[in-house]
């Protein structure tokens, strides 16, 4: 810490700093908070950060603040005293970081400013001041209000009631031992692992161990955010690990509870393998449907303002929040299900519960898109082309076919090809050719549902009926196919397909755009991912080489998606963002 004389000094000063590090500049009156100037001063998502008083600046934002300190030197003379009160103050802060921070913006780099609730933050310039800044310091505890911010403000109410009160003790308890989110997230995914394996050993003894182990697990789960906000250690390889380390410890313990049961005398992979395709849908069209809104123009509706009057009526609140089942609801529903009953009730209370929240969203989002008046953006219609995942096959007829005109041509053309490819896979004789030639149809109407920009009021239905497509038809088919080991197969195809989906996700929410062209083509996009599978069927009709076509090809996706996305997220390109986790 150096004091500097005057705006000149301080350019001086900050000049002679490395390069690559972060600097801060604060008025030598603030009075303030510790927390304050954590949030201020030490988020590492933004380039710049400003409370009353305090600024900060990222390596990035490095040569726009010198240039701001520069130009307020030019303006004041050089010499001049850092606090010049004839300058023309920021609009909340008349010091110089408070002007430098609006200098900043000026330029076009974009200044954080969090929000302190009941935190001070204050350059007193009198003794009334003063005095009222430090009964304000005194009134608050900023570490009471440092455990409240912690937790995340919208949760599910089983999280919010019976996690949160104690997780964000445990989570003090990790910062004051130096430990870090990602940490605190592997030991999550490593206890959720064991309580798979427990799982697997189809004893009483082990349900009752594997039901434990999952809601410890969803204790670190809940910590790890937490500690991140409350330490705020967030990270690009945090945001990668909570993103994707949720769904591989779900779909971890279905194999569990599966193999479980098979041990006990009762196969349910096809229930096992049912419920993830179902929750990997349901968070599909969340994912759709938040990017093909979330920037529109003149995006209200009706059902919306019904939505928010709604939220100002508590109890509504948790009922809503509870109807869809979110991953706090879900995992306790799992642990103790497990504990008490078998795999079989289990699965059946997911699919139910699953289903039946997955109607109340779907239906409340197609009232909204029906009677909002958005207009799609591009960005939003190209973040939709992704997520719909359209390979070689679907691109080259897209590429010659015109646009077909109408409002709701995609989706409907989209759910026709869908409605094909399932009933094929379900309805014609098992191994029949007819099932390849419907999935040519399936391929050649996914194409014509791309051929124009998605940004009709529904267009984001479209990638939800492909991923039904295609992990319904790999499910059908190895379920149909009474090879032994397929459906296990087929449960590791769609965990490799489904990470893939769910990375494209985190790509596009970190502002970074789409895997990159190469590994969709080389991974076939969703339609010829589905062809394939389907031609697999004829081929290998009731052999077991069916199985292991599917575990083969599941390994190839696996390795060529993990090694790229990797590959990504340690990248110094990957977006320093912080995943606020799951809520539906």
């Given at each position: ?73 030019a303006a004041v003379g050089a010499g001049a005293p850092v606090v010049e009160p004839d300058a023309d103050p920021a609009p909340e802060d008349r010091t110089v970081p408070g002007r430098i921070a609006v200098a900043l913006e000026a330029e076009g780099t974009a200044v954080q400013r969090p929000a302190l609730g009941s935190l001070v933050a204050a350059v007193p310039t009198d003794p009334e001041q003063q005095a009222a800044a430090e009964a304000g310091l005194a009134s608050v505890d900023d570490e009471a209000v440092r455990l409240r911010n ?110 479980g049961a098979v041990r006990g005398g009762d196969d349910v992979w096809t229930l096992a393998l049912g419920a993830m395709v179902l929750q990997a849908c349901r968070h599909v069209v969340d994912f759709s449907f938040n990017e093909a809104n979330h920037d529109a123009v003149a995006n209200t509706s009706p059902t919306a303002a019904l939505s928010d009057k709604l939220d100002n009526v508590g109890w509504t609140v948790w009922v809503r929040r509870m109807i869809v089942l979110p991953i706090g609801e879900r995992w306790a529903m799992i642990a ?249």
């Open positions: 810490m150096q004091t500097a004389a005057d705006a000149g000094d301080a350019a001086t000063l900050l000049a002679a700093v490395p390069a690559g590090r972060r600097v801060a500049l604060v008025d030598p009156r603030f009075v303030g908070h510790v927390h304050t100037l954590r949030l201020g001063l030490t988020d590492p998502r933004f380039p710049a950060a400003t409370v009353p008083g305090a600024l900060t600046a990222q390596p990035e934002a490095r040569g726009a603040l010198l240039r701001a300190l520069h130009r307020t030197t912690a937790v995340k403000a919208h949760d599910g109410f089983f999280t919010t009631y019976c996690i949160s009160p104690y997780s964000r003790y445990i989570a003090r308890w990790c910062a004051r031992r130096n430990l870090t989110p990602n940490q605190v997230t592997t030991a999550s995914l490593i206890t959720a692992l064991i309580a798979a394996g427990s799982a697997a050993t189809g004893t009483r003894g082990g349900y009752v161990a594997a039901g434990i182990l999952l809601l410890v697990s969803f204790v670190l789960d809940c910590t790890d955010g937490q500690l991140a906000r409350y330490s705020l250690q967030y990270s690009t390889m945090g945001a990668w690990l909570d993103a994707t380390f949720d769904r591989a410890k779900e779909y971890a313990y279905y194999a569990g509870l599966a193999i103790v299900l497990t504990a008490l009953t078998t795999p079989r009730i289990v699965f059946y209370a997911l699919l139910v519960g699953c289903s039946l929240a997955a109607c109340y969203t779907t239906a409340g989002r197609l009232l909204r898109s029906l009677t909002r008046r958005a207009s799609r953006t591009d960005r939003a219609a190209q973040a939709l082309a992704d997520l719909a995942d359209s390979g070689p096959l679907a691109r080259a007829v897209a590429k010659v076919a015109p646009g077909l005109p109408g409002a709701f041509t995609a989706p409907a053309v989209a759910l026709l090809g869908t409605l094909v490819m399932i009933g094929g896979a379900l309805f014609l004789p098992y191994g029949s050719p007819l099932t390849v030639a419907a999935a040519a149809v399936y391929v050649l109407l996914s194409g014509l549902a791309v051929a124009r920009p998605l940004k009709g009021a529904l267009d984001w239905l479209v990638p939800p009926f492909f991923r039904a497509a295609e992990y319904v038809t790999i499910l059908v088919l190895a379920a149909r196919s009474d090879v032994p080991h397929a459906v296990p197969a087929a449960f590791g195809l769609v965990s490799a397909v489904a990470y893939h989906h769910y990375d494209t996700v985190y790509r596009i929410r970190g502002g970074t755009g789409a895997p990159p062209q190469w590994l969709v083509r080389t991974i076939g996009g969703h339609e010829g991912r589905t062809a394939l599978v389907a031609v697999l069927a004829a081929v290998l009709t009731h052999t077991s080489g069916f199985t292991t076509a599917l575990t083969a090809l599941a390994v190839a996706v696996a390795l060529v998606v993990l090694v790229e996305s990797i590959r990504f997220w340690v990248s110094s390109s990957a977006p320093a963002v912080h995943d606020e986790g799951e809520l539906a």
